[in-house]
C-alpha cells in the first residue's frame, strides 16, 4: 500500500519525502514524543503531511501538526490528510491525541485532519481483529455516558447538546447494524468507519475524551503501560477496551443502585 500510494503521487507530479516510524522490538510503533519529533522535524508550511496508518499513526501525525502550529504562530497552517488503513479507532476524526511521556498516557488537545481519506478495499485488507478492536472501541461510549451523565450531575463535566445528539446517533446505528458490523463486508466497514467518526466528532465537540472514553479506557490504558514496562506485547485497545467494560459495567450498576 506504502510504494502504491508514493506512486499514485509522483505520478500526480509531487515531490515525496516518505519517512517510516519503526516500532519496538516486538514491532510495536507507540504514539510517544519521539515519534512526534520525529514527523513534526519534517513539517513545512509548503508540505502536505499525509499520514497512511491505524490510530497510532493518527495520534502522533495530529499531536505533530499542533505543535508545529504552536511553535510557528502566523505562518499558514500545514496540510494533513489521513488514510486509515484499519477500522480500528476513532482517532482519525478526533482533535484529541493520546501521547505517551515517560511511559504514561496521556489525552492531549491536537487538530483534527484537513481530510480523512478512507478507501473500502484497504479497510478490509486490514486484519479482521482490527476490525473487532474498533467494534470494541465504541463499546465504551454505552459506558462513558452513564459516567458522562454522573459527572454532569454532580457538575464535574459541562453539557453539550452537539455531542450528546451525536453520540446518540453513533450508538442507535451501532445497534441497529451490529451484524453487519461483525461481517467483513463492504457495507459494515463503511457504516463502522462514519460511526467511529461520528463519536470522534463528539469527542471534538466536548474537547473530552468523555463521550467515547469512560473508566474502562483507563483499565486499557494501564494495561498497555504495564506491558510497555515489562516489556510484553501490546494487545489490541478496542478488545481490552471492550473486555473491561464489562467489569465496569458491573460496578456501575452497583454504584448506580446502592449509592447514597
Known amino acids: 500500500l506504502k510504494?502504491?500510494?508514493?506512486?499514485?503521487?509522483?505520478?500526480?507530479?509531487?515531490?515525496?519525502?516518505?519517512?517510516?516510524?519503526e516500532g519496538d522490538k516486538h514491532g510495536i510503533v507507540h504514539a510517544d514524543f519521539e515519534q512526534v519529533d520525529r514527523v513534526k522535524r519534517n513539517f513545512r508550511p509548503?508540505?502536505?503531511?499525509i499520514g497512511l496508518g491505524s490510530g497510532v499513526i493518527a495520534d502522533i501525525c495530529k499531536?505533530?501538526?499542533?505543535?508545529?502550529?504552536?511553535?510557528?504562530?502566523?505562518?499558514e497552517k500545514p496540510m494533513l490528510i489521513m488514510i486509515p488503513t484499519a477500522n480500528s479507532v476513532p482517532a482519525f476524526a478526533?482533535?484529541?491525541?493520546?501521547?505517551?511521556?515517560?511511559?504514561?498516557?496521556?489525552?492531549?488537545?491536537?487538530?483534527l485532519p484537513n481530510l480523512i481519506l478512507t478507501d473500502v478495499e484497504v479497510l478490509l485488507d486490514s486484519p479482521h481483529e482490527m476490525t473487532l478492536g474498533g467494534i470494541g472501541d465504541l463499546c465504551a461510549a454505552f459506558i462513558s455516558s452513564v459516567e458522562w451523565y454522573i459527572g454532569r450531575y454532580f457538575g464535574a463535566v459541562d453539557d453539550n447538546?452537539?455531542?450528546?445528539?451525536?453520540?446518540?446517533?453513533?450508538?442507535?446505528?451501532?445497534?441497529?447494524?451490529?451484524?453487519?458490523l461483525g461481517e467483513h463486508k463492504p457495507s459494515?466497514?463503511?457504516?463502522?468507519?462514519?460511526?467511529?467518526?461520528?463519536?470522534?466528532?463528539?469527542m471534538t465537540f466536548v474537547q473530552d475524551s468523555t463521550p467515547m472514553s469512560g473508566y474502562e479506557h483507563g483499565v486499557a490504558h494501564l494495561l498497555d503501560m504495564s506491558a510497555n514496562?515489562?516489556?510484553?506485547?501490546?494487545?489490541?485497545?478496542?478488545?481490552?477496551?471492550?473486555?473491561?467494560?464489562?467489569?465496569?459495567?458491573?460496578?456501575?450498576?452497583?454504584?448506580?443502585?446502592?449509592?447514597?
Request: proline letters at 2%; zero cysteines; charged letters at 20%.
Open 63 to 75: 499531536y505533530a501538526a499542533f505543535l508545529f502550529e504552536q511553535e510557528n504562530p502566523g505562518i
Open 229 to 260: 514496562y515489562f516489556g510484553r506485547p501490546v494487545a489490541s485497545h478496542g478488545s481490552q477496551v471492550a473486555i473491561a467494560g464489562v467489569i465496569v459495567l458491573v460496578a456501575i450498576h452497583d454504584f448506580l443502585d446502592n449509592f447514597d
Open 3 to 21: 510504494p502504491l500510494v508514493v506512486a499514485m503521487l509522483e505520478k500526480a507530479s509531487y515531490e515525496v519525502n516518505t519517512l517510516f516510524l
Open 188 to 202: 459494515g466497514a463503511i457504516e463502522l468507519a462514519k460511526i467511529l467518526s461520528l463519536g470522534a466528532l463528539a
Open 46 to 49: 509548503d508540505r502536505i503531511l
Open 161 to 180: 447538546l452537539a455531542a450528546q445528539l451525536l453520540l446518540d446517533y453513533a450508538k442507535n446505528r451501532m445497534i441497529a447494524r451490529a451484524d453487519d
Open 94 to 111: 478526533s482533535s484529541l491525541s493520546i501521547i505517551s511521556k515517560d511511559g504514561v498516557k496521556r489525552t492531549r488537545k491536537s487538530r
